[in-house]
């Protein structure tokens, strides 16, 4: 590799989490599909974790756009990616903590996009968490990554400190006191 084509921290973060969830959901749902068998609960950890197939023709927690769900999320999804992609590249170079979070929910928007392509009876769902009486919805490998990176994104951006503001726009408005910006003559 030359020096121009090496891959930054940002990159390698990106990469690596997308590929990794996108790969990983991709080869779950597979499974899931092989072994287990429609609607039927199989205990992993009790009744606190299951392995149960399902199909989701809509969204998160079931949210449907009726006949056109499997259109419109799949255009939605591919819309995210690209505005996902974009801002990865406006991420500083070694801003890999930003870098990884869009990795993760690129990764995840993938998975699924990819499960809305291939198949009309929706996306793969298979991960069944809850307790005897209450169930979560269930959900695969690209929602824990959807998840987990935008949580990661929300503390990664709220840690950050606040950018100055423009010169223009300090120039402009005049100088802020504690008591308030300036009064307008």
Request: hydrophobic share 50%; no cysteine.
């Given at each position: 590799m030359t020096d121009g084509a090496r891959m930054t921290p940002r990159t390698t973060a990106y990469a690596s989490a997308a590929v990794a969830i996108a790969a990983g959901d991709f080869l779950s749902k597979r499974w899931a599909e092989a072994a287990l068998t429609l609607h039927e609960p199989?205990?992993?950890?009790?009744?606190?974790?299951?392995?149960?197939?399902?199909?989701?023709?809509?969204?998160?927690?079931?949210?449907?756009?009726?006949?056109?769900?499997?259109?419109?999320?799949?255009?939605?999804?591919?819309?995210?990616?690209?505005?996902?992609?974009?801002?990865?590249?406006?991420?500083?170079?070694?801003?890999?903590?930003?870098?990884?979070?869009?990795?993760?929910?690129?990764?995840?928007?993938?998975?699924?996009?990819?499960?809305?392509?291939?198949?009309?009876?929706?996306?793969?769902?298979?991960?069944?968490?809850?307790?005897?009486?209450?169930?979560f919805w269930t959900f695969n490998v690209a929602d824990s990554g959807v998840t987990v990176g935008a949580v990661l994104l929300a503390l990664v951006l709220f840690r950050r400190p606040a950018p100055a503001a423009a010169p223009e726009l300090a120039a402009a408005t005049g100088p802020v006191t504690e008591s308030g910006p300036p009064a307008r003559e």
């Amino acid at each position: 590799m030359t020096d121009g084509a090496r891959m930054t921290p940002r990159t390698t973060a990106y990469a690596s989490a997308a590929v990794a969830i996108a790969a990983g959901d991709f080869l779950s749902k597979r499974w899931a599909e092989a072994a287990l068998t429609l609607h039927e609960p199989r205990a992993l950890i009790g009744e606190w974790v299951r392995f149960t197939l399902t199909y989701n023709t809509g969204a998160a927690m079931n949210v449907s756009f009726g006949g056109f769900s499997r259109v419109g999320f799949s255009l939605l999804a591919a819309v995210m990616v690209g505005v996902l992609f974009r801002m990865y590249r406006a991420a500083a170079p070694r801003d890999v903590w930003q870098s990884l979070a869009l990795g993760l929910i690129t990764g995840g928007a993938l998975g699924n996009l990819l499960d809305r392509l291939r198949s009309a009876r929706g996306v793969v769902d298979f991960i069944d968490v809850g307790t005897a009486t209450w169930r979560f919805w269930t959900f695969n490998v690209a929602d824990s990554g959807v998840t987990v990176g935008a949580v990661l994104l929300a503390l990664v951006l709220f840690r950050r400190p606040a950018p100055a503001a423009a010169p223009e726009l300090a120039a402009a408005t005049g100088p802020v006191t504690e008591s308030g910006p300036p009064a307008r003559e």
